[in-house]
């Protein structure tokens, strides 16, 4: 299983559209991807190492495949498109990070 990572970068002046990301934007992406899309989950950021303190991330978007050729594929054809709609819902630039998830 491969997860792949979209991060938010929080900082000053960085703004999120929470309910468009995730009554929008992520529908978009599982649209456009279809099946190969095994999951989606969003993480909104709370704080920091402590209470008060400014979240790393605004927030944080996984998306489950079977194999990096799966999101490979997916986003080759439909990349393009899905970074375009970025601007909608955030100024942060996104980091992405493809993950191996490993089972206990």
């Not at 991060?7 to 929008?24: A, H, I, L, Q, V």
């Not at 978009?28 to 190969?36: E, K, M, P, R």
């Not at 991330?57 to 495949?65: E, K």
């Amino acid at each position: 299983m491969i997860k792949v990572s979209v991060f938010y970068p929080s900082g000053e002046g960085k703004t999120f559209d929470m309910d468009y990301y995730c009554n929008k934007h992520i529908p978009f992406v599982q649209q456009l991807i279809g099946d190969t899309c095994k999951k989606a989950e969003v993480e909104q950021g709370l704080s920091g190492m402590a209470p008060g303190y400014q979240p790393v991330y605004l927030a944080i978007g996984h998306l489950l495949f079977d194999s990096v050729g799966d999101f490979t594929a997916a986003f080759t054809y439909h990349g393009q498109a899905i970074v375009a709609d970025v601007p909608n819902f955030t100024n942060s630039q996104p980091v992405l990070q493809v993950n191996q998830v490993k089972m206990r």
